[in-house]
Protein backbone atom coordinates (compact mmCIF):
# COMPACT_ATOMS: atom_id res chain seq x y z
CA UNK A 1 0.00 0.00 0.00
CA UNK A 2 0.94 3.61 -0.20
CA UNK A 3 1.21 4.19 3.70
CA UNK A 4 1.54 2.21 6.71
CA UNK A 5 -1.64 0.77 8.13
CA UNK A 6 -2.29 -0.34 11.34
CA UNK A 7 -5.46 -1.85 12.70
CA UNK A 8 -7.06 -1.57 15.04
CA UNK A 9 -6.82 2.56 15.62
CA UNK A 10 -8.12 2.37 19.06
CA UNK A 11 -8.45 -0.48 20.98
CA UNK A 12 -9.99 -0.47 24.92
CA UNK A 13 -9.67 -4.28 26.69
CA UNK A 14 -9.84 -5.08 30.07
CA UNK A 15 -7.07 -5.77 32.49
CA UNK A 16 -5.54 -9.14 31.96
CA UNK A 17 -6.70 -9.71 28.47
CA UNK A 18 -4.84 -10.43 25.69
CA UNK A 19 -4.66 -8.17 22.84
CA UNK A 20 -3.43 -8.11 19.31
CA UNK A 21 -1.93 -4.98 17.16
CA UNK A 22 -1.37 -5.48 13.55
CA UNK A 23 0.73 -3.55 10.98
CA UNK A 24 1.00 -3.83 7.32
CA UNK A 25 3.86 -2.15 5.89
CA UNK A 26 4.99 -0.13 3.13
CA UNK A 27 5.44 -2.59 0.52
CA UNK A 28 8.88 -3.30 -0.33
CA UNK A 29 9.77 -2.35 3.12
CA UNK A 30 12.19 -4.84 4.68
CA UNK A 31 12.93 -2.80 7.96
CA UNK A 32 9.88 -2.69 10.27
CA UNK A 33 9.95 -1.39 13.73
CA UNK A 34 7.79 -1.41 16.70
CA UNK A 35 7.24 1.46 19.31
CA UNK A 36 5.54 2.73 22.45
CA UNK A 37 4.42 6.32 23.08
CA UNK A 38 3.28 6.83 26.71
CA UNK A 39 0.99 9.66 27.36
CA UNK A 40 3.05 12.72 27.10
CA UNK A 41 6.01 10.83 26.45
CA UNK A 42 8.49 10.63 23.35
CA UNK A 43 8.71 6.89 21.48
CA UNK A 44 10.12 4.12 22.95
CA UNK A 45 11.54 1.42 20.65
CA UNK A 46 10.53 -2.20 21.04
CA UNK A 47 11.45 -4.66 18.63
CA UNK A 48 12.84 -4.30 15.28
CA UNK A 49 12.61 -7.15 11.72
CA UNK A 50 15.09 -6.76 8.85
CA UNK A 51 14.08 -9.63 6.56
CA UNK A 52 14.66 -13.11 7.89
CA UNK A 53 17.45 -12.36 10.25
CA UNK A 54 16.71 -13.04 13.63
CA UNK A 55 14.39 -9.74 15.83
CA UNK A 56 16.12 -7.44 17.73
CA UNK A 57 14.04 -7.30 20.86
CA UNK A 58 16.20 -5.40 22.87
CA UNK A 59 13.02 -2.63 23.87
CA UNK A 60 10.28 -5.45 24.74
CA UNK A 61 9.85 -4.28 28.92
CA UNK A 62 8.68 -7.60 29.45
CA UNK A 63 8.16 -11.45 28.50
CA UNK A 64 4.18 -10.29 27.89
CA UNK A 65 5.21 -8.80 24.99
CA UNK A 66 5.89 -10.52 21.36
CA UNK A 67 5.78 -9.83 18.10
CA UNK A 68 6.14 -11.85 14.50
CA UNK A 69 6.51 -10.71 11.14
CA UNK A 70 4.77 -13.42 8.86
CA UNK A 71 6.21 -13.54 5.36
CA UNK A 72 8.74 -10.13 5.44
CA UNK A 73 5.43 -8.40 5.80
CA UNK A 74 2.93 -7.93 7.85
CA UNK A 75 3.48 -7.69 11.93
CA UNK A 76 1.43 -8.83 14.76
CA UNK A 77 2.43 -7.60 18.25
CA UNK A 78 1.09 -9.46 21.21
CA UNK A 79 0.60 -7.89 24.50
CA UNK A 80 -0.60 -11.22 27.06
CA UNK A 81 -2.18 -10.62 30.37
CA UNK A 82 -2.71 -6.42 29.81
CA UNK A 83 -2.40 -4.58 32.49
CA UNK A 84 -2.84 -0.51 32.95
CA UNK A 85 0.52 0.57 32.64
CA UNK A 86 0.31 -1.11 29.33
CA UNK A 87 -2.43 1.83 28.07
CA UNK A 88 -0.66 3.76 25.46
CA UNK A 89 -0.11 4.30 21.37
CA UNK A 90 1.24 1.85 20.07
CA UNK A 91 3.22 3.06 16.56
CA UNK A 92 4.97 0.72 14.01
CA UNK A 93 7.06 2.18 11.00
CA UNK A 94 8.86 1.00 8.35
CA UNK A 95 11.75 1.25 6.27
CA UNK A 96 14.33 0.57 3.32
CA UNK A 97 16.75 -1.61 4.37
CA UNK A 98 19.50 0.26 6.70
CA UNK A 99 22.31 1.25 5.00
CA UNK A 100 21.04 2.34 1.61
CA UNK A 101 20.51 5.73 2.87
CA UNK A 102 18.46 6.38 5.92
CA UNK A 103 15.63 8.08 4.38
CA UNK A 104 13.74 8.04 7.71
CA UNK A 105 10.81 6.18 8.99
CA UNK A 106 7.25 5.98 7.50
CA UNK A 107 4.79 5.78 10.54
CA UNK A 108 1.45 4.02 10.71
CA UNK A 109 -1.18 6.44 12.63
CA UNK A 110 -0.92 4.38 15.66
CA UNK A 111 -3.19 1.89 17.93
CA UNK A 112 -4.48 3.97 20.90
CA UNK A 113 -4.53 0.99 23.19
CA UNK A 114 -6.49 1.34 26.52
CA UNK A 115 -5.96 -1.16 29.23
CA UNK A 116 -9.25 -0.39 32.43
CA UNK B 1 24.54 3.85 22.95
CA UNK B 2 22.34 6.58 21.33
CA UNK B 3 20.73 9.81 23.45
CA UNK B 4 18.56 12.23 22.39
CA UNK B 5 17.82 14.68 24.76
CA UNK B 6 15.01 17.72 24.06
CA UNK B 7 15.50 20.33 27.30
CA UNK B 8 12.26 22.65 26.04
CA UNK B 9 9.00 20.47 26.85
CA UNK B 10 7.00 23.48 25.42
CA UNK B 11 7.33 26.92 23.32
CA UNK B 12 5.24 29.27 21.92
CA UNK B 13 5.55 31.29 18.92
CA UNK B 14 3.47 34.68 17.18
CA UNK B 15 2.67 33.87 13.54
CA UNK B 16 4.48 34.83 10.55
CA UNK B 17 7.82 34.73 13.48
CA UNK B 18 10.60 32.56 13.87
CA UNK B 19 11.32 29.78 16.15
CA UNK B 20 14.19 27.46 17.06
CA UNK B 21 13.63 24.11 19.08
CA UNK B 22 16.78 22.92 20.61
CA UNK B 23 17.69 18.93 20.71
CA UNK B 24 21.06 17.53 21.88
CA UNK B 25 22.64 14.43 21.21
CA UNK B 26 25.28 11.47 21.96
CA UNK B 27 26.80 8.39 19.99
CA UNK B 28 29.38 6.36 19.70
CA UNK B 29 28.28 6.02 15.97
CA UNK B 30 30.69 7.42 13.51
CA UNK B 31 27.53 7.26 10.74
CA UNK B 32 24.38 8.38 11.63
CA UNK B 33 21.58 10.29 10.71
CA UNK B 34 19.60 12.86 12.82
CA UNK B 35 15.61 13.61 11.95
CA UNK B 36 13.42 16.26 13.14
CA UNK B 37 9.67 14.79 12.85
CA UNK B 38 6.37 16.46 13.51
CA UNK B 39 3.25 14.80 15.56
CA UNK B 40 -0.08 16.29 15.16
CA UNK B 41 -3.00 15.44 17.35
CA UNK B 42 -3.89 12.54 14.35
CA UNK B 43 -0.79 11.21 16.01
CA UNK B 44 0.97 10.44 12.49
CA UNK B 45 4.60 11.04 12.88
CA UNK B 46 5.71 13.24 9.70
CA UNK B 47 9.37 13.70 8.55
CA UNK B 48 9.95 17.07 9.08
CA UNK B 49 13.66 17.20 7.90
CA UNK B 50 16.76 14.86 7.91
CA UNK B 51 20.37 15.46 8.51
CA UNK B 52 23.31 12.91 7.60
CA UNK B 53 26.42 13.31 10.15
CA UNK B 54 29.11 13.21 7.08
CA UNK B 55 27.39 16.25 5.55
CA UNK B 56 28.31 19.73 7.14
CA UNK B 57 26.03 21.65 5.04
CA UNK B 58 22.54 22.29 7.03
CA UNK B 59 19.73 20.76 5.72
CA UNK B 60 17.16 22.73 4.79
CA UNK B 61 13.11 22.30 3.60
CA UNK B 62 11.49 25.43 2.97
CA UNK B 63 10.59 27.19 6.07
CA UNK B 64 12.24 24.57 8.43
CA UNK B 65 15.96 24.24 8.02
CA UNK B 66 18.59 22.53 10.98
CA UNK B 67 21.55 24.39 12.79
CA UNK B 68 24.08 21.36 12.98
CA UNK B 69 26.81 21.47 15.21
CA UNK B 70 28.93 18.19 15.23
CA UNK B 71 31.52 19.27 17.74
CA UNK B 72 28.48 20.10 20.41
CA UNK B 73 26.10 17.65 19.33
CA UNK B 74 23.60 19.71 18.78
CA UNK B 75 20.62 19.42 16.34
CA UNK B 76 18.36 22.59 16.28
CA UNK B 77 15.80 23.11 14.26
CA UNK B 78 14.24 26.41 12.96
CA UNK B 79 11.15 26.95 11.46
CA UNK B 80 10.63 30.63 9.87
CA UNK B 81 7.50 32.49 8.92
CA UNK B 82 5.59 30.40 11.52
CA UNK B 83 2.11 28.73 10.88
CA UNK B 84 -0.63 28.04 12.82
CA UNK B 85 -0.12 24.64 10.77
CA UNK B 86 2.72 24.25 12.37
CA UNK B 87 1.27 23.35 15.82
CA UNK B 88 2.34 20.43 16.65
CA UNK B 89 4.82 18.14 18.96
CA UNK B 90 8.10 17.86 17.68
CA UNK B 91 10.10 15.20 18.29
CA UNK B 92 14.18 15.07 17.57
CA UNK B 93 15.58 11.32 16.58
CA UNK B 94 18.92 9.78 15.54
CA UNK B 95 19.54 6.58 13.99
CA UNK B 96 22.83 5.23 13.25
CA UNK B 97 24.33 1.31 13.69
CA UNK B 98 23.06 -2.54 12.15
CA UNK B 99 19.53 -1.87 12.83
CA UNK B 100 19.09 2.04 12.50
CA UNK B 101 16.72 2.01 14.97
CA UNK B 102 15.82 5.40 15.82
CA UNK B 103 16.19 7.06 19.29
CA UNK B 104 13.54 9.77 20.21
CA UNK B 105 13.55 12.73 22.49
CA UNK B 106 10.85 13.84 24.96
CA UNK B 107 9.70 16.16 22.29
CA UNK B 108 8.67 19.80 22.26
CA UNK B 109 5.06 20.96 22.44
CA UNK B 110 4.68 23.72 19.99
CA UNK B 111 2.07 26.41 19.94
CA UNK B 112 1.54 28.82 17.55
CA UNK B 113 -0.27 32.12 19.00
CA UNK B 114 -2.51 34.08 15.61
Known amino acids: GAGVSQSPSNKVTEKGKDVELRCDPISGHTALYWYRQSLGQGLEFLIYFQGNSAPDKSGLPSDRFSAERTGGSVSTLTIQRTQQEDSAVYLC??????????????FGSGTRLTVV | AQTVTQSQPEMSVQEAETVTLSCTYDTSESDYYLFWYKQPPSRQMILVIRQEAYKQQNATENRFSVNFQKAAKSFSLKISDSQLGDAAMYFCAGSGGATNKLIFGTGTLLAVQP
Open chain 1, 93 to 106: ASSRKPGQGSYGYT
